[in-house]
């Protein structure tokens, strides 16, 4: 099952495009249905609808919450829809299968109010302070994704126009405008910052750690972490939230669906539009609050 495995995860990053990330949580979630397999008794490519149901059974007894279920019985689907389509299987077990619908959660924002307060904590007396307040305010003012901010080279932005070009998860490219206050706290730390940094002269990337090298999703989080603490923000903040914030903020500014939905890169307007429910349930409760017979 290994040439197998490994033969899908190569189709999920050369065809489908997949992020790494979930190229490994594929990998994860295969990995604990063969084992299943194996101490069950029964081989994965001869699996059955009744194979498949009763691991979600067990999966379930061991109290595996709904939501990884669900993602779990994804993977499966995936994993099969490949092997029949490579003519390894004769039949799909899971076309049939279901897992209880999992009611999807409404994504957290922070406040207009944290976010000013998050991005006034790092300040710009050194090579680290420069470098954050720039990294913080492109993220929230082009909702970019953490894996995409820190795969920006320096050729990526356009200083002049205030746009940045970048290639989603998926391998699609976009154009994101900056906006003026993320224009030039990115200008400040590539005049005054960058430059001090010891990095090789060829290293593209737009962000550095400090041994002069591209910034990792660990450094990021950590650093992140840190400036919410000294903001004083008491939910945990991810770079999600950021990227959940700056969607939410536009909306409830005027923004339109379609536009956020092409600045976010999402290839389906659905996953945009979770952020109307979002709007809406935040204007229930103004009307709740405000009005004399609610």
């Known amino acids: ?3 197998v495995l490994n033969g899908f995860i190569r189709f999920l990053d050369k065809e489908k495009k997949l992020a790494k990330n979930t190229q490994d949580s594929y990998r994860r979630d295969l990995q604990l249905f063969f084992d299943y397999a ?7 490519l001869a699996a059955e609808k009744k194979d498949i149901e009763r691991y979600l059974s067990a999966q379930k007894k061991a109290g595996r919450a709904g939501s990884t279920m669900a993602r ?4 499966l689907k995936g994993f ?8 390894q299987i004769e039949q799909n077990p899971t076309l049939s299968v279901r897992t209880q619908k999992v009611k999807k959660k409404l994504p957290r ?10 991005l006034e904590v790092p300040v710009c007396r050194d090579v680290k302070g420069f470098r954050d307040k720039a990294m913080l305010e492109l993220l929230y003012a082009t909702g970019l994704r953490v894996s995409e901010l ?4 320096v050729a990526d932005v356009n200083l002049d126009i205030g746009f940045i070009h970048c290639t989603g998860t998926d391998g699609r490219e976009r154009i994101i405008p900056m906006g003026k206050i993320s224009t030039e706290a990115l200008s400040s730390y590539l005049q005054q910052a960058r430059p001090m940094q010891p990095h090789h002269e060829e290293e593209p990337a737009l962000f550095l750690n400090l041994q002069g090298r591209r910034m990792t999703r660990q450094g990021f989080w950590k650093l992140l972490k840190q400036y919410a603490v000294a903001a004083g923000i008491e939910m945990e903040i991810t770079p999600h939230v950021l990227r959940h914030s700056f969607a939410a903020h536009l909306l409830e500014n005027g923004a339109d669906i379609h536009s956020i939905q092409s600045m976010l890169g999402h290839a389906d307007i659905a996953t945009t539009k979770v952020y109307m429910q979002l709007a809406n349930t935040k204007l229930k409760d103004v009307y709740a609050k405000a009005h004399p017979r609610a």
Do not use: C, H, I, W
């Open 1 to 3: 099952m290994v040439d």
């Open 38 to 44: 194996k101490g069950a008794g029964f081989n994965p």
């Open 72 to 75: 779990e019985l994804a993977s």
């Open 80 to 87: 099969y829809a490949y092997l029949k389509e490579q003519g």
């Open 109 to 118: 924002v922070m406040t207009t109010g944290e976010v000013e307060r998050l």
């Open 150 to 153: 820190l795969a920006l080279d």
